[in-house]
């Protein structure tokens, strides 16, 4: 099992941006694929987006390509995404994942979960 910590959610208008982070416990982050899931009141948890453990393949889901970007510093042990051009379909709880498989990561196959930062749009 693997530690990981989100944060940066929080309060936004409809329109603005947030940056998402996410650190990991263990030295061999640099070997995993890396994502963020959402979770919204009353919906099954869905995928946003992911990036490769050496960020050379990123996916992303329809709801958020062209708006939302993921990126990593392996130095750090962290994961971001910066969220642009917020709407109310976006308030939601967003969790990062990891993998040691990127295909596997986007089914939401993930060594260990975190707590979750909750994004908040307001309309």
């Known amino acids: 099992q693997v530690q990981l910590v989100e944060s940066g959610g929080g309060l936004v208008q409809t329109g603005g941006s947030l940056r998402l982070s996410c650190s990991a416990s263990?030295?061999?982050?640099?070997?995993?694929?890396m994502g963020w899931f959402r979770q919204a009141t009353g919906k099954k948890r869905e995928f946003v987006a992911a990036i490769a453990d050496n960020g050379g393949q990123r996916g992303y889901s329809e709801s958020v390509k062209g708006r939302f970007t993921i990126t990593r510093d392996n130095a750090k042990n962290t994961v971001y995404l910066q969220m642009n051009g917020l709407t109310a379909e976006d308030t939601a709880t967003y969790y990062c994942?990891?993998?040691?498989?990127?295909?596997?990561?986007?089914?939401?196959?993930?060594?260990?979960w975190g707590q979750g930062t909750l994004v908040t749009v307001a309309s």
């Open positions: 994942l990891a993998d040691n498989e990127f295909d596997e990561l986007l089914t939401g196959r993930t060594v260990g």
């Open positions: 263990r030295s061999t982050f640099s070997t995993w694929a």
